[in-house]
C-alpha cells in the first residue's frame, strides 16, 4: 500500500486527502512514532493515545491561523510530526535537536509552550480574548488531558471562560491516567458521565458540553467538531480515549509505557541498562518505608508523582499514609501544612519544577506559620532530555530568600538518608533537594544518623584555594582532587587545594567559614543549581559581612535556561563536566 504519510509535510497536504484516507494516516503516524521511540527514548502512551484527534483537528481547523494548545505537552508527538517536524522527529529530545514539549520558539504551530500541565485554559482564554480585541475571526482549540483538568490553575481557567461569551472550545482528553492512575472526585464524576450521567459540571461552569465520544472514532470526533461549529460560546467537548493506543504492550500497562526508554518494538521487550548503582529516587522510596514504619506520624506526599517518586511501595504498605493528591502541587504544599498543624509529620515528594508552582504556599502556609513540612525536592540540577521546563535549578535561590526554611542537600547516599531521618525532628520547614540518577553505591547501609543542622565538615585541608560545595557536585569535585592527587605533577597545586562539604546551604556553618577565611586566599564555590541567588550568593555575603579580603569564584548553572539533551553534554556545555573543572583548576591563579 502507498504510504500516505510520506507525502505530508504540513496540515496542507494533510487537507488534500479524503476523510477515508485518515485511518491509514493514523496508523502509519503510530508506526512512525514507535519506530522512532523504540530507539530514541521518549513519551511514548501519551502519543499514541491521541493520534486519531491530532489528524482530526489538523484536518477540521485552519491551523496555525487557527490557535491550538497541547497540555500536557508530551501529548504533543503526533502534532510535530505533522506540522513540519517529521524529518526532524528523530533528534527529538536530543542536544540541538526537536524538543520533546510544545515550544513557539521552534514552530509557528506550537501556540503555546506547555512543558508543565493544566496552563492550557488560562492561555487559550487569554488568546481569545486578545483576538477579539483585535478583531481577529480565528478559532481557540485546547486540548486537556492526562489528568491536567484537576489541578487548581485548569480549574480557575474554566471558572473565568465559563463566564464569558467567547468562542472556546476546550477538548476534555479522558484517559483515566496521567503518569499514574488519575485519583479524586472529578474522575468519578468522568466515570458517571461516560457511563450514561446526564449532567455535567461543566454546565455549571456556564459551557455548552458534548460527550462522552470515542476519541479515537473520526465519524465521532468530525460530527462534533461540525456540531459545536455553531455553538458561539464556551464549549466542552469530552472525548475518551487509551493511553498508549494501537500498541498492545503499551495498553497493558500504561505506567511503565508512559516513558518506556529503548524496547524492541516487536516484542515490547524494554532494554534494561546494566546498572548496579542505586538511584536516589530509589533510596528515597527505601528510606521512606524504613521511616514510616518506626514512626507512624510521619506521612508521605506527592502531586502525582507516586511512580516517579518511588512512592508505590510505600503506598502499598502504608495506603493510609501516602497520599496522592494529583496534579495540584499548591494543594499538596498547603495540605501538608494542615497536616503539621495537627502533629502529623508530612514528608512531600515533589519535583523541583513543580515546586515552584507552590511557591506562595511555601510562603504563607507553611514558613510564614513555620510549620515542620519536609520538602524532598526531586529532580533537583539538570534532568536531561526533558529540557527547560523541568530542569531544577532554582529552587536553592529561591528557597534560601524564605524566612525559617532550611535548605539541604546531601553529597551522597548517606547523607541523603541521614538528612531524611534528621528532618522528622526539626521543628521549622525542612528542604532536601537531590538528584535524578544514580549514586555510587551499591548497597545501602541500614543505620541512621542524626545530622547537625547548619553543620559543614572538612574533607581535605589545603594552603592556598578552599572549594566549597554543595550537593552532589562535591563528588564530582572529590574524584577531580584525587585525579590531582595522583599525578605527581600536580602534587604542589593538591597540597594548595581544600575541600569542604556544605549539607546545609541554610543556616550556613558560620563557624567553619570563619576559620575558611582566615586560612584561605582563593574560595572557589560549587552547586547543582542556578549561580544568582544560591549557594555561592550565600558564600559570597556571608565574606562581605566578614570584610574577607581574598578572591571569592561562584561555580553554578549560567543566568540562562538550558535546552535538552543529556546530562553529560549539558554539564560539558556549562563547563561543569570532569573534565572542565580539572581544567579550570590546573589553571587556576590563587
Known amino acids: ?304 508523582m507516586l511512580t516517579g517518586s518511588n512512592l508505590v511501595k510505600s503506598k502499598l504498605e502504608f495506603p493510609n499514609r501516602v497520599l496522592d493528591v494529583g496534579i495540584a502541587e499548591q494543594h499538596s504544599v498547603t495540605l501538608a501544612a494542615g497536616m503539621a498543624t495537627q502533629g502529623i509529620i508530612p514528608y512531600l515528594a515533589i519535583y523541583s519544577t513543580f515546586l515552584q508552582r507552590a511557591y506562595d504556599q511555601v510562603i504563607h502556609d507553611v514558613a510564614l506559620q513555620n510549620l515542620p513540612v519536609v520538602f524532598c525536592i526531586d529532580r533537583a540540577g539538570i534532568v536531561g532530555t526533558d529540557g527547560a521546563t523541568h530542569h531544577g535549578y532554582f529552587d536553592v535561590s529561591f528557597l534560601r530568600s524564605i524566612p525559617n526554611m532550611i535548605v539541604s542537600a546531601p553529597m551522597d547516599e548517606k547523607d541523603f538518608r541521614n538528612l531524611l531521618f534528621t528532618a522528622q525532628f526539626a521543628d521549622a520547614p525542612f528542604s532536601i533537594r537531590f538528584p535524578k540518577g544514580n549514586t555510587e553505591v551499591e548497597v545501602l547501609e541500614s543505620d541512621f544518623n542524626r545530622i547537625e543542622i547548619g553543620k559543614a565538615e572538612e574533607l581535605k585541608s589545603g594552603k592556598e584555594v578552599a572549594i566549597l560545595t554543595f550537593g552532589t557536585i562535591g563528588n564530582r569535585i572529590q574524584k577531580i582532587l584525587y585525579q590531582i592527587e595522583s599525578e605527581r605533577l600536580f602534587a604542589e597545586r593538591s597540597r594548595s587545594i581544600g575541600h569542604y562539604k556544605f549539607i546545609f546551604c541554610k543556616p550556613l556553618d558560620e563557624d567553619l567559614l570563619d576559620e575558611i577565611f582566615n586560612q584561605y586566599k582563593t574560595i572557589i564555590s560549587f552547586e547543582d543549581g542556578i549561580l544568582s541567588g544560591g549557594f555561592g550568593d550565600a558564600i559570597l555575603e556571608y565574606a562581605s559581612e566578614k570584610e574577607f579580603k581574598g578572591k571569592i569564584i561562584r561555580k553554578a548553572y549560567p543566568d540562562e535556561f538550558i535546552g535538552h539533551g543529556s546530562v553529560e553534554e549539558l554539564e560539558k556545555q556549562i563547563g561543569l563536566d570532569e573534565e572542565s573543572i580539572l581544567e579550570f583548576l590546573l589553571n587556576l591563579e590563587p
Not at 477515508?20 to 511514548?44: C, N, Y
Not at 506547555?114 to 496552563?119: D, L
Request: glycine share 10%.
Open 1 to 304: 500500500m502507498k504510504s500516505l504519510l510520506d507525502h505530508i509535510y504540513s496540515p496542507n497536504e494533510l487537507r488534500q486527502l479524503k476523510r477515508s484516507d485518515l485511518s491509514q494516516v493514523s496508523a502509519e503516524l503510530r508506526e512512525f512514532i514507535l519506530d522512532t521511540l523504540s530507539v530514541k527514548p521518549g513519551h511514548l502512551g501519551a502519543g499514541l493515545g491521541v493520534v486519531e484527534l491530532t489528524v482530526a483537528l489538523h484536518y477540521f481547523y485552519d491551523t496555525p491561523e487557527d490557535l491550538l494548545i497541547w497540555d500536557v505537552g508530551h501529548q504533543c508527538y503526533p502534532h510535530k510530526i505533522l506540522t513540519g517536524r517529521k524529518k526532524q522527529f528523530d533528534t527529538l529530545r536530543q542536544l540541538n535537536g526537536i524538543s520533546g514539549f510544545p515550544t513557539s520558539e521552534e514552530s509557528e504551530f506550537d501556540a503555546f509552550g506547555t512543558g508543565h500541565s493544566s496552563t492550557s485554559v488560562s492561555a487559550i482564554t487569554g488568546m481569545a480574548i486578545a483576538d477579539q480585541m483585535l478583531g481577529k475571526s480565528n478559532k481557540h482549540i485546547a486540548v486537556i488531558g492526562d489528568a491536567s483538568i484537576v489541578s487548581g490553575m485548569a480549574l480557575e481557567g474554566l471558572n473565568h471562560l465559563g463566564s464569558t461569551d467567547l468562542d472556546v472550545l476546550i477538548i476534555l482528553n479522558d484517559n483515566s491516567i496521567g503518569i499514574d492512575p488519575s485519583v479524586g472526585a472529578l474522575k468519578e464524576h468522568f466515570f458517571h458521565l461516560e457511563n450514561g450521567g446526564q449532567h455535567s459540571v461543566f454546565e455549571d461552569f456556564g459551557f455548552h458540553y458534548k460527550g462522552v465520544i470515542d476519541g479515537h472514532n473520526f465519524e465521532e470526533l468530525f460530527s462534533a467538531f461540525e456540531e459545536l461549529e455553531s455553538i458561539k460560546k464556551p464549549k466542552i467537548l469530552h472525548i475518551k480515549t487509551v493511553k498508549g493506543k494501537g500498541y498492545a504492550n503499551a495498553e497493558a500497562d500504561q505506567v511503565k509505557w508512559h516513558s518506556p526508554g529503548l524496547f524492541n518494538k516487536a516484542t515490547g521487550e524494554i532494554s534494561k541498562t546494566l546498572q548496579s548503582k542505586i538511584s536516589f529516587q530509589e533510596i528515597f522510596g527505601e528510606t521512606m518505608s524504613e521511616l514510616m514504619r518506626q514512626n507512624e506520624k510521619i506521612t508521605a506526599i506527592t502531586p502525582a
